[in-house]
């Protein structure tokens, strides 16, 4: 990722889980962005199913029974826009353009190293950027 800080970046990708049916009918799906010394977990998933999510933010997690986790729930069947914007360890995610959760996290979480998805079922991405908060692409690819 040629030295992009996990505490100051820009990421963007489009996604969707395929197969919401069955022991997958939430349609989670979790990003994991990797950092040398940290990490950040985003979930998605349908609007009924947030009450079993987990986020992670630099050093801080997130259990949906004690943080209001709702503006993670879209229709994972339809494209679904995700970005996160971390800017000074105030981190910041969208989904579809709209703020779902804002937090500053205090440990740095060094610099990015890889990205995960982990989809319940079958899923797909479109696209995928990582950037630098002046605007320059260090990595962008669609599928």
């Not at 079958?122 to 995928?128: E, I, K, L, R």
């Amino acid at each position: 990722m040629d030295g992009l800080s996990a505490d100051d970046f820009t990421f963007e990708s489009a996604l969707r889980n395929e197969y919401v049916q069955g022991s997958a009918i939430c349609g989670g799906v979790r990003i994991i962005l990797h950092g040398t010394e940290g990490a950040h977990i985003i979930p998605l998933g349908r609007p009924g199913c947030v009450g079993d999510m987990f986020l992670m933010l630099g050093d801080t997690s997130f259990h949906a029974n004690s943080a209001n986790l709702s503006g993670l729930g879209c229709d994972i069947t339809q494209w679904v826009n995700l970005k996160l914007e971390v800017k000074g360890r105030q981190a910041i995610v969208f989904v579809n353009g709209k703020e779902a959760f804002r937090h500053t996290y205090r440990k740095p979480a060094g610099e990015l190293v890889g990205v995960s998805y982990r989809f319940d079922g079958t899923g797909a991405v479109d696209s995928m950027a990582f950037r630098r908060n002046d605007g320059r692409t260090v990595f962008a690819e669609s599928f």
